[in-house]
């Protein structure tokens, strides 16, 4: 028959019509989380670049080379060496 025909064809038209019509639906809702091109521009600016990153390893290079080693470190003297190399020293009552 000719309207069953036609009323499926209807029918399955529709079907498809509203599973794109979901499918957009759900594209959408995923583009609301995604960033815009500006979004990642503007995170592009903020990120540092090679010269930043070379500049800040420079700073703390120089920083670094001010600070004892491992070796100055055990070189140390401890309490004891201290106490010993103080008491050939003048005291404060013999200086005034």
């Not at 499918?23 to 091109?37: I, M």
Request: charged share 30%.
């Amino acid at each position: 028959n000719i309207q069953d025909v036609i009323r499926s064809t209807f029918k399955a038209l529709h079907d498809v019509i509203k599973a794109q019509g979901d499918a957009v639906k759900s594209l959408e809702r995923q583009l609301e989380a995604k960033a815009t091109n500006a979004d990642v521009q503007a995170a592009l600016q903020r990120k540092a670049n090679i010269a930043d990153v070379n500049r800040s390893l420079t700073d703390i290079t120089h920083a670094l080379e001010g600070k004892a080693s491992v070796y100055d470190l055990e070189q140390k003297p401890d309490r004891s060496e201290v106490q010993v190399a103080l008491k050939g020293k003048a005291s404060v009552v013999e200086m005034t």
